[in-house]
């Protein structure tokens, strides 16, 4: 990056002020998904506000749940298979009260 300003100093993007929200205000909604993923089903949870750290955490605590893989990326958590009632079951005993499924 370049600027003129001789007192501009760079930021990185994951440390501009993105706080996360607290569980009670997250509106997470899960579905099922299988385009581009040859046929397979995957559990998506979308919706997440909050710092990339805090989405994996998310992320592994329901892989672990659910005892399957997945990976937790761009504000969406994936989880494969049809796990859609087992995250909704955690979300929900975790606080998440605003999380519903499509």
């Not at 579905?31 to 995957?42: D, I």
């Amino acid at each position: 990056m370049y600027s003129t300003d001789p007192n501009f100093q760079f930021e990185p993007e994951d440390q501009l002020g993105v706080d996360t929200l607290l569980p009670a205000q997250q509106k997470l909604l899960i579905k099922l998904e299988t385009k581009h993923r040859g046929g397979k089903a995957v559990t998506l949870v979308t919706g997440f506000k909050g710092k990339e750290e805090d989405l994996q955490t998310l992320g592994k605590s329901l892989k672990n749940w659910c005892g399957t893989g997945g990976s937790a990326k761009d504000a969406a958590v994936i989880i494969q298979g049809d796990q859609r009632d087992k995250v909704l079951q955690w979300l929900l005993n975790n606080g998440y009260k605003g999380s519903r499924k499509l």
